[in-house]
């Protein structure tokens, strides 16, 4: 387990208001470790409308603001909580770097799966095939 990405995902978590009580941000905190070894942070904002966004894409935007793509690991983490990455997080690690399907997602009870494992038969994969002609 990587003790110090937890720690770099605590240390931003820990929700706080913004302009009406039912506006958050903060509860998940998220961290992120590159290819290269650089670690970088985000926190979720959760709006009205659906405009908030999850704590994974502010660390991946984050990432990409340093012209990074390839993440080794990624942890999100709610109070004490560890939580798996939704779907929609899930989509947007596979889509930034097809090597971003070997990403290690530390998940709680000190266990880890790979990004493939939790994208088992990924629909773009067939898609990017299909488009260029390699399947039927």
Known sequence: MDVDLIEAARAVAGRFG???????????????????????????????????????????????????TEVRSIVAISDSRILPPCGRCRELLAQIDAKNKSTVVILADGKSLTLVELLPHYWFDAHRLRSFGQVA
């Open 18 to 68: 913004l302009s009406e009580p039912r506006l958050t941000a903060g509860q998940v905190g998220a961290a992120l470790r590159t290819r290269s070894g650089n670690i970088y942070t985000g926190i979720c904002l959760d709006l009205a409308c659906g405009l908030g966004t999850c704590a994974e894409h502010s660390a991946i935007t984050e990432m990409l603001k340093h012209r990074e």
